[in-house]
């Protein structure tokens, strides 16, 4: 098979960007799936750092093709402007980037509606990052969005716009209090966005098919985690897309006959940003040196991320929902500040323990984690090429996860740079 996934196999910020990067050396066509400008990839490359949100990771190698699917939402405001900063970083988008004529735009009503109803939510609030995905899709499903393709017709947009816009004046007004929004420059808006973005555009669905049939490599990457799934998350404190691998080729037309291997990339210890359920969460000092020392901060927003032990019966299930046959583990060097370690290997919840993750928010806001405590290592392992490197703690505590999860490594990463990394198995 020509394609592979990759994905988080968390609750997202799990360092996709690094093995993205890492696996784009041998991929020919890198294709983002879902989400939008909400999700942050950091890429480090000989000590510099990129941080990408729309645009996919395998931008950085420079024969790589790039495509934003059809799954995905697009702020076209957002997307120029990471064209242009990598652009002046000397990075080529002629003829290796391209762009779903399928996608759907984020308007600028979407973020006004994500921002102000968040807020009336009160103490319940999901933790969005009011970029205006949510409502995006909402519309999406709701059979009202507006698309890439629609952009290029000035009939069909100004229809659509100015129909979607008369509905949000009502909301604007009588709910939030608002200014009416202007159908004008939002229509002058997209025409100015859509002559710069127009070199990029095309059916990418066919562009993909045609690049599998020529037998070339194709990766296809997640942008959020298999817990922040619209379906199988812990939903409502989830995205509003399928970032699990049946939405890989939902968005971006490539049939499951296609796909052969699957990656999902999880950090040796867990991290959440926003609201909602966190079985391993710490409030101590341990959760607070784990946040430190791994830098752990949203690359799009800056919010500091919710940190705790790792939550192996989450990524027992992330391993089912995905048909994970390769891991990616990363941030094991975080680690090494540790003088104990703990992992997560089942729930007590009222009683009684269990090993599988359950849907319902009151069950999983109730659950005790069963830890199972390991030894730390306490010295650099940045270093490290291969597993034997590593010290007989560190060894000790990548097998307990490969034999509990009953799945293989491909990666094992120590470090930030693309060098820092154990290359177990190859995807392709």
């Not at 762009?99 to 319940?124: N, Q, W």
């Not at 052969?260 to 079985?279: L, Q």
Request: hydrophobic residues 35%.
């Amino acid at each position: 098979m020509s394609c592979s996934i990759i994905l988080g196999a968390q609750w997202g910020d799990e360092g996709k960007g690094k093995i993205v990067d890492m696996y784009s050396r041998q991929a020919d066509v890198v294709v983002r799936y879902q989400g939008g400008h909400n999700a942050g990839h950091t890429v480090w490359v000989n000590k510099e750092k990129y941080v990408l949100h729309l645009i996919p990771s395998g931008i950085i190698h420079k024969d790589t093709v790039n495509v934003i699917g059809n799954g995905v939402v697009v702020e076209l405001e957002a997307l120029i402007k990471e064209i242009r900063e990598l652009t002046e970083r000397g990075i080529k988008f002629g003829g290796r980037f391209f762009l779903s004529d399928r996608a759907h735009v984020i308007m600028p009503y979407h973020t006004l509606f994500d921002k102000h109803k968040e807020e009336l939510k009160g103490a319940k609030k999901i933790g969005t990052t009011g970029r205006g995905i949510g409502p995006t899709y909402m519309d999406k499903t709701g059979r009202i969005g507006i698309r890439i393709c629609d952009l290029f017709d000035d009939a069909v947009l100004e229809s659509k716009v100015r129909g979607n816009v008369e509905e949000v004046n009502v909301y604007a007004e009588k709910i939030f209090g608002l200014p009416p929004v202007s159908a004008d420059d939002i229509i002058a808006d997209c025409k100015r966005f859509a002559a710069e973005i127009k070199p990029y555009v095309t059916d990418t669905a066919v562009l993909i098919n045609k690049y599998i049939g020529e037998g070339r490599k194709i990766m296809l990457e997640g942008a959020q985690g298999t817990m922040l799934d619209v379906d199988f998350g812990t939903y409502p404190f989830v995205t509003s897309s399928n970032g699990t691998a049946g939405g890989a080729c939902t968005g971006s037309g490539v049939s499951p006959r296609s796909i052969g291997n699957i990656a999902g990339v999880m950090k040796a210890y867990t991290t959440r940003v926003g609201s909602g359920p966190f079985p391993t969460e710490l409030f101590d000092g341990d959760g607070e040196l784990l946040r430190k020392t791994g830098d752990e901060f949203g690359a799009s927003t800056g919010r500091p991320r919710r940190c705790g032990w790792l939550d192996l019966v989450a990524a027992k299930y992330a391993v089912m929902i995905n048909g994970l046959n390769f891991i990616a583990l990363t941030k094991l060097d975080v680690l090494s500040c540790m003088e104990r370690i703990k992992v997560c290997t089942g729930y007590e919840i009222d009683g009684r323990v269990v090993d599988t993750f359950p849907a319902e928010i009151d069950r999983l806001e109730r659950i005790k984690p069963v830890y199972k405590e390991f030894p730390g290592w306490k010295t650099d392992i940045s270093g490290a090429r291969s597993i034997d490197d590593l010290p007989e703690n560190a060894k000790n505590y990548v097998d307990f996860i490969k034999d509990y999860l009953k799945v293989p490594y491909c990666v094992v990463s120590v470090g930030i740079d693309r060098e820092d990394t154990i290359v177990l198995n190859e995807i392709f």
